[in-house]
DNA sequence: CAGTTTGGTCAGGTAGCTTGACTTCTTGGT
DNA sequence: ACCAAGAAGTCAAGCTACCTGACCAAACTG
């Protein structure tokens, strides 16, 4: 704290932010009645086609998790109610993930929050410095996600 | 992708932001002779007095982590070479951790690949917005952190 | 209509943390 | 000077969120 020269590591930096984030997010999600969605269940809300469904192999590869472990987060939130699995029409292997009304509801108030919390961060330290930290790590992770 | 209404969340932009650096790291780490160093080890490196050593409580306290957790990677550092534990001359019950000659190295190589990889995003994104990134990050994780 | 690929599941394993219980030593009140 | 309370560190056990590997059934491919 007193060494001016130190520059806090920029892993623990992010993942302190991201910390902040996570806690708000299911501190209100659990207000809002969703107590029992948790991060993991991210893997899912996060990249679901809420309109149409998508497929257990879909939400894998969109977020970069195992079919497996995606499955059981599907399998944990279809148990609370959140989605509902259907037969694929087109495809006897697959089964298409859709949302219950329920499952709606949480992920639009997942986004909800996200943009709240953001919004409080703008108020805290200033909406250019929030909208540049998100730009910048838009635009890393983008670059280092087409090397891999 | 196609949604321009779609914000990335938060949490994961900053975790891929995050492991793009630690792949970075541990990678260089690796090609600099450090291929035994793991993130885990980060609560020691990342907070010991390089100078005096530290105690495993304070490493524990400044990291966020349990003494527990701290002690383990603690343990597995003095077995690699990276530490020394000595007695406290002040106080019986504690023992001081300080860097060898190699975990003094170590831990300057990682501080400077941290320097490396913020300065190629720099180039890759831009200087501005790299350093946008960190002073928001930096002023969001301490007005979070002090109200915990 | 065989051979390969793909969607999904089952089983088992592991890394990286946690909480809880304990020992040893120090500290502070009386 | 003593004893209660607290702090430093360790041991043991457990949990969570992932992973790899093996597998089945259905679908594509020639």
Known sequence: MTDLTYQ????????DVKNAAVGRLFARMGDAGF???REGHGCVFGFIDMEHGSRLTDLAEASGFTKQSVGEAVAELERL??????????????????????????????RRIFAEIEAEWAEEVGAEAVAAMRAAAERIAELEGSGR
């Open 35 to 37: 107590g029992d969605v």
């Open 81 to 110: 109610g959140y989605l509902e699995r259907r037969a694929c029409p087109d495809d006897g292997r697959a089964k298409i993930i859709h949302l219950t009304d329920r499952g709606r509801e949480a992920a639009l108030t997942g």
């Open 8 to 15: 806090r590591p920029i892993p623990a930096l992010l993942t």
